[in-house]
C-alpha cells in the first residue's frame, strides 16, 4: 500500500521560511511527477509546484522566486522550500504523487495534508 507522509507545516510571520517535506513508500516503481498542492479556506485547491520525473520544475505565478520544490531520491522525499511567505500563503498544503506502483497501475495518491499558517 502506498503511503504519502507531509511534515513541516506551521505558524511563522510574513517573510519567514518554512520547509515542507513529502516522504512516499510502499509499492512503488517510479515515480511520474510530485507536487505540491495548496487550499485556503474558501478556495478551490491549486497547484503550487511540481517537479516531473525528468528533472523539470513549474510554479504557481503567486510563489515564483519564493518557493522551491526539490525531491531527494535516495531518500524518497519531495520538499517544498518557503521563503519570504506572505500571509495569502495561508492554506492547508497537500503532496501529490503520480506514481507507477508494482501493481502496474498509474495514479495519483495525496498526503493528508499539513496547515501553513502566516501571520501579519
Known amino acids: 500500500q502506498v503511503q504519502v507522509v507531509e511534515s513541516g507545516g506551521g505558524l511563522v510571520q510574513a517573510g519567514g521560511s518554512l520547509k515542507l517535506s513529502c516522504a512516499v513508500s510502499?509499492?512503488?516503481?517510479?515515480?511520474?511527477?510530485m507536487a505540491w498542492y495548496r487550499q485556503a479556506p474558501g478556495k478551490q485547491r491549486e497547484l503550487v509546484a511540481i517537479f516531473t520525473s525528468l528533472g523539470s520544475t513549474n510554479y504557481a505565478d503567486s510563489v515564483k522566486g519564493r518557493f522551491t520544490i526539490s525531491r531527494d531520491n535516495a531518500k524518497g522525499t519531495t520538499y517544498l522550500q518557503m521563503n519570504s511567505l506572505k500571509v495569502e500563503d495561508t492554506a492547508v498544503y497537500y503532496c501529490?504523487?503520480?506514481?507507477?506502483?508494482?501493481?502496474?497501475?498509474?495514479?495519483?495518491?495525496w498526503g493528508q495534508g499539513t496547515q501553513v499558517s502566516v501571520s501579519s
Open positions: 510502499g509499492g512503488i516503481v517510479s515515480f511520474i511527477t
Open positions: 501529490n504523487a503520480n506514481i507507477f506502483t508494482r501493481w502496474g497501475e498509474t495514479r495519483d495518491y
